[in-house]
């Protein structure tokens, strides 16, 4: 209920924005304003290109009337493209690694423990007939173990336990090693709650019709699954209500977000000492140290709730904390076990919630074995055979280092030129681009899964107890980095989950001022051009979004951190390096990006474009094609016909309504086919190219122009 009234007044205050904007904009003697099209972006002339059906092969679409729709018609039109539910350019690179992962099991030179253990697993995952033929049973050996505990002493004992509980299940349980919030060579464990079973602590504080939802979902199908098991209703229904008793606790009991700077550097971010004040009788070291923690000595940690976990860690709730513990690991495994699990579990999701219709989509065998990888904590092995065989030597990794090296020369060109920031902003701004890390797709050190046991069927083996013995390595190399008092912002770890190379993406961490271009992102460029991708056509489609990532150190949010990706400086004052003045004037620019966003309204008769939700992704959109144009001057011959389809060719997208309907709702990126045609409106060098002219759908007044940067 809660989420439809947040919706009605996000709307009515778009709705009095847009108006005031309208208002302000016909007020100014602005174009024609007879025509309620006027200031539309593309005055009409654009179609919703995103949207399934909007364009048919024999349409005829000037370029200067609608780029993304005429550069990325044939892709659009295609009929692979049609076979899917939604798709975009992405989801074809996600395909193509997930092919590849296949594949390259297959490659006889590739060799070694990481090999020869995903094969093992592989044909795990794979073998269907051995999954159905062992039903549920993979999981009855864990579940069993968790109820077998008789006292909140033994309780106690399986937590600390790498061998019993080798699945990090617990009430508060180390989560990453990250760098402290102050001393940045520093390290620092960072213990978490586990994942809600109705995905965030909202859903326990105001139920909303999305989190009842969800409810309907998880009750059923953590029914459906204990019922495999032979449980009967009333140990379902205790089971179910004991989970719910202890996640509403720790729910209610979070404090994470509530606390001040000084709570934040002096108590979250807290030592050993310290820390066992906060314990209040929860035996938080035992845990930890007897899953060898016990040399970390630094801690990052919601206290107040850790004070207070006495207060259900006892053995009046222990049946309620095995119920607990026994839904995570439901939660953890299901997706492990046979083909009626799949297949039911995925039927109870898809009959519950509405935007999918009750459609079940299968997966395919590439598909399963991917989500599996990453499920079953097999990623770090995966991506290193990955970087083993796709990229063998620096070659074109290092041509990607040369190419940012020089996108960020570009950004200290851009970012002198801009008069509208003081003197001290700009040279806070380069001090924190020269310090910016760039990473790209090799992580800093190699995985090593020869200490993994992944023993086949016939051995006696199963998915469950192989993802057993590969989350014991990751919490033993977590232990290791805990252990070492000392972090280096620039070392990534192949083992950290959250910065896999294999994901299609690309970003900027704040809080270590890096920048990531994933070996899953530069395959989108395989997947468009295959491997003889040209010069510009790479800097269309990775530079741009390489060239976006930057600029998020400099925005609204990204300024708040220093060079170093702090938030507070050594004295513990707040690291914000750009002036009140150079803020208020960046707001009021990005502002107008939102505001131009805001006259949009891609579907007719449906939901309006939010600008203020999108203004700082459009931002960043436009400074990485400025940035990458700044590139481009230097370049002899530049052909920026390809680098501009190259960039639209990225953002090619084909969804139906409903999906597009609730991006525009809940999705901070502006649409596809907005970032390809207000992104590219806003430079001489597009207008240029194709000779763009007042009248045609692709022009923009220069006074008009919303670029921030
Ligand atoms: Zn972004």
Known sequence: MKKDFSIKIRRMTAMVLVLTMLIQLTACGGADSSSGLADEPGYGKWVDSDLKGSVNADDVIRLQDDFAASANKETITSARVKDQLIWTTGADATDLLQTRFRELLRDESLTGPNAEVMRTFESLVLDWDERDRLGVEPIRKYIDDIQSISSIEEMTEYQSSLERNPFNLGLIMPSTVNAQEIHVDQSTLVLKVPAYTLGSRDSYLDFSDSSLELKEVMDDTISYLLGRLGYDEKSIKNTLRGCYE??????????????????????????????????????????????????????????????????????????????????????????????????????????????????????????????????????????????????PDDTSTDKIRDFIDRLKESYRIMIYEEDWLSEETKAAAVEKLDHMVIQVVRPSNTADYSMVTVKSYDEGGTILDAAASASRLLCAHMAERASDPNIDREFWDIYDKGFSTTTVNCFYNRERNSIFIMAGFVAIGETIYGEDITD??????????????????????????????????????????????????LDERVGRVGSYFSLARPIPGQQQVEGIRVMNEA????????????????????????????????YATQTEEKFEVEAIEDDEHPLDFHRVNITLQQFDEFLDTYDIKPGDGMYLDPDKRINVW
């Open 536 to 585: 510009e056509e790479f800097m269309g489609c990775v530079g741009s979004v390489a060239g976006h990532e930057i600029s998020h150190g400099f925005d609204s949010n990204g300024s708040h951190n220093d060079l170093y990706g702090r938030r507070y400086d050594d004295s513990g004052q707040e690291t914000d390096w750009m002036s009140t003045e150079d803020r208020s004037r």
């Open 246 to 391: 202890i996640e509403q606790f720790l729910a209610t009991n979070e404090c994470m977000s509530l606390y001040n700077r000084n709570e934040i550097l002096n108590k979250v971010q807290t030592d050993r000492a310290a820390l066992e004040s906060y314990t209040c009788g929860y035996p938080l070291f035992e845990i930890l140290d007897g899953r060898g923690f016990s040399e970390a000595e630094s801690f990052n940690v919601d206290y107040m709730l850790l004070s207070r976990l006495n207060r259900i860690y006892d053995q009046d709730h222990l049946e309620e904390l095995k119920a607990f513990l026994t839904v995570q690991m439901l939660k953890y495994g299901y997706s492990m076990l046979d083909r009626e699990t799949i297949e039911k579990t995925r039927e109870i999701g898809a009959s519950k919630t509405e935007k999918h219709d009750g459609e079940i989509v299968e997966r395919t065998d590439d598909q399963e074995f991917s989500a599996m990888i990453a499920d079953c904590s097999f990623k770090p092995a995966m991506d290193q055979l990955y970087l083993e065989k796709y990229f």
């Open 619 to 650: 931002t960043a959109d436009m400074a990485g094609i400025k940035a990458v144009l700044y590139m481009a001057r230097d370049i002899e011959g530049f052909d920026y016909d390809s680098f501009f389809r190259g960039y639209a060719a990225l």
